[in-house]
């Protein structure tokens, strides 16, 4: 069997120091102390642990939709999807267009009312009402394992970066880090976060688009881009969909069906419907149309940041046409670091590292506020020390926290054995939020779907992904040609799997009475269903206006996507 290729390296090329002065300097100093600041602030909200772990649901829904969507937009997807970008071209639009906005529109339209009116306070949390102890230990336990490693992909990618691009040691670069994202949570909990984040969105723009305006005016603007690209790299490398037919060859390594259901349906509602990460945001919304709109909202910016990370990918495909390649010291990461050193003069480069180190933050950040919600509440209180009164379980969120961020540092290592940053997460989610959504989906729909077949809906879908990772493609009893390729499948695989087992164990054991799954599953109705859309039973002044209506935001985001692809389709 033919082993697969090697993906790019995601240590940056020797050489790519940039020319940073005073002013650069003194722009990231004056970010650092505006974040800390913002913990500060926020720190004056917080009273109870519903304050520290869910902003005591109070926030608009712009603030939710921001912090949503910039929880999303860490440097590991800056830095990852430009690489994508370099190596595979426009196919970078998929895990926009396709792999994210449909899923965001069904977490806020169809999920979010589950999740909101049942008052839950996480996403394993929801598995305890709707299924039993043991789906949602088990969920609670794979969830706080996850958040920890991709909190540690996101400190290894910062180290690799900041020590190619400033000189900071690796170690220097991960406590620096590491410590300004501990204070400013530990201090103003998640509020703290999710202002940092709207924050962070905004500076991460400003670093993004200088890039974009002075790379496409060196390659001769858009038509210069292009052409140059059809040239170099073929006409497939501009179609989103050129060269997938089902037995074709393309850099991929995937074709249509897979990129369908294994990137568009699996991996992508996967993650976007029961990564707390995200979830959370929407959580802590003031009233259910808040957090109905929260993804809905992000998800018009998510469209298109796509071409903020895509065409620097492209970009650095025509300066260096070897990226990524033997013959060439450049590697697919090295796109958007070596573009910030070809093109960006003082001052905006230092705009640019800031950005780099604010999405690095996001990420981190993102995750780690996650895990102390989710350990605290769904397993240091459920199952270790219960009944304490709140403010033992506030002190407590404080000290996990501490202790999320070191564990965060330690598997910043594990990330180092993965030869592409982007590979790594998909293998992740589809390791653990691939059989999330299954037992999720199911539990939604199928009132008949059994206690225990959450359970073993679980362990089936997270087993069979990782048998056929690491398996059936590593060990080359099928021949997949890419990692990516792989994790679509896997995807695929898992969530067949956990369907198929939860069905088969719902056949031989209980259902849960139909009395306790009243708003837990669709065409059930509960009693706080009657008027109750805030948090505290009440919805706001203007939440009917026609803009704000999540049917509307949510059908003009799938029918903008939809229309972006129309360009790259023929």
């Not at 190596?87 to 970078?92: K, N, R």
């Not at 008052?119 to 969920?139: C, N």
């Not at 070596?338 to 950005?355: C, D, W």
């Amino acid at each position: 069997m033919q082993s697969p290729p090697s993906a790019p390296h995601i240590t940056l090329a020797e050489g790519l120091r940039l020319p940073t002065n005073g002013l650069d300097y003194a722009i990231l100093a004056i970010y650092f102390v505006v974040v800390l600041g913002i913990g500060f602030a926020a720190r004056r909200s917080v009273r109870t642990s519903l304050d520290f772990f869910l902003s005591g649901r109070s926030l608009p829904a712009w603030v939710t939709g921001l912090a949503f969507v910039a929880a999303n937009l860490g440097a590991t997807e800056i830095l990852g999807m430009a690489a994508t970008g370099a190596q595979y071209g426009v196919a970078v639009v998929h895990w926009y267009w396709i792999g994210a906005i449909p899923a965001m529109v069904f977490l806020g339209l169809v999920m979010m009312p589950f999740y909101y009116r049942s008052k839950v306070r996480s996403v394993p949390e929801f598995l305890l009402q709707r299924f039993d102890r043991s789906a949602h230990l088990l969920s609670s336990a794979l969830f706080a394992f996850a958040a920890v490693l991709i909190a540690g992909v996101n400190l290894y990618a910062l180290a690799i970066v900041v020590e190619a691009l400033l000189g900071w040691p690796q170690w220097v670069a991960i406590v620096v880090a590491g410590f300004f994202v501990l204070a400013y949570i530990t201090i103003g909990g998640l509020s703290s976060a999710i202002y940092n984040e709207v924050l962070q969105f905004f500076v991460i723009l400003a670093a993004l688009i200088p890039i974009c305006v002075i790379g496409l005016k060196k390659v001769g603007g858009w038509d210069g881009l292009t052409g140059s690209l059809e040239q170099s790299h073929g006409d497939n490398y501009l179609s989103a969909w050129g060269g997938t037919g089902i037995g074709d060859a393309n850099p991929l390594g995937a074709n249509w069906l897979t990129i369908i259901l294994g990137l568009g349906f699996v991996l992508s509602f996967g993650y976007w419907t029961t990564n707390f990460a995200e979830v959370q945001r929407a959580l802590s919304a003031k009233n259910l149309s808040a957090a109905k709109r929260t993804p809905l909202i992000a998800a018009f910016p998510k469209i298109f940041i796509v071409f903020l990370v895509m065409i620097p990918g492209l970009v650095a495909a025509v300066l260096v046409p070897q990226i990524g390649t033997k013959g060439s010291d450049l590697t697919y990461n090295d796109a958007i670091p070596y573009l910030m050193q070809e093109l960006l003069p003082n001052g905006v480069l230092g705009i640019a590292v800031t950005g780099l180190l604010a999405a690095f933050m996001a990420g981190m950040a993102a995750n780690v506020s996650s895990f102390n919600t989710v350990f605290t509440y769904d397993i240091w209180s459920k199952y270790v020390v219960k009944g304490r009164e709140d403010g033992y379980y506030l002190r407590f969120g404080r000290l996990i926290t501490a202790i999320g961020v070191l564990a965060s540092i330690g598997t910043a290592f594990i990330a180092s054995s993965f030869s592409n940053i982007m590979s790594y997460l998909q293998t992740l989610f589809s390791f653990f939020n691939v059989p999330m959504f299954v037992v999720f989906i199911i539990g939604m729909f199928w009132k008949r779907a059994s206690m225990k077949s959450g359970v073993w809906g679980l362990v089936a879908g997270t087993t069979a992904a990782m048998v056929n990772y690491f398996w059936i493609y590593k060990q080359g009893v099928i021949d997949i040609p890419t990692d990516q390729g792989a994790n679509f499948v896997s995807a695929i695989v898992g969530f067949v799997a956990g369907a198929v087992v939860m069905v088969a164990v719902t056949l031989f054991t209980a259902p849960k009475p139909e009395a306790e799954l009243a708003g837990l599953v669709y065409g059930t109705v509960s009693l706080s269903d009657a008027g109750a859309d805030g948090a505290d039973g009440s919805a706001e002044a203007g939440d009917d206006a026609w803009y704000r209506r999540p049917a509307l935001l949510g059908w003009g985001a799938m029918v903008l996507a939809a229309a972006c692809y129309l360009p790259y389709s023929f």
